[in-house]
């Protein structure tokens, strides 16, 4: 869901965080949201994509599906239908819209 909100630890270096604490308190922002919005314009930059791999193999088509254009596989199999429906699903997860979805076609014939 896009209002859900994680936590993770992030380590700098002592000049990485100096710059972050400079570069917020001078646009009178918190590092927190100084950081938000570093994230925010490079998602605009390079947004995140769910791709769809329709893979045409010798023994026949299966798809996969996965974050990111080389992401680990959160789906498998030979269902196109099932592909797209377990898509759908991880763009609604992660608020983004169905226009982040994306069709790869691959070929593993010789």
């Not at 380590?11 to 918190?30: I, P």
């Not at 996969?64 to 269902?79: H, P, Q, R």
Request: include cysteine; glycine fraction near 6%; aromatic fraction near 10%.
């Amino acid at each position: 869901m896009q209002n859900e909100h994680t936590q993770f630890t992030l380590r700098l270096n002592l000049a990485h965080k100096a710059w972050l604490k400079h570069q917020a308190e001078d646009q009178n922002r918190s590092v927190h949201n100084f950081i938000i919005g570093l994230i925010e314009q490079a998602c605009r930059i390079e947004p995140l994509e769910i791709f769809i791999h329709e893979c045409q193999s010798p023994s026949g088509t299966f798809f996969t599906a996965s974050v990111g254009k080389y992401g680990d596989d959160f789906y498998e199999g030979d269902d196109r239908e099932a592909a797209f429906a377990a898509a759908q699903a991880k763009v609604k997860e992660l608020g983004l819209t169905a226009k982040s979805i994306r069709l790869n076609n691959e070929s593993f014939n010789q």
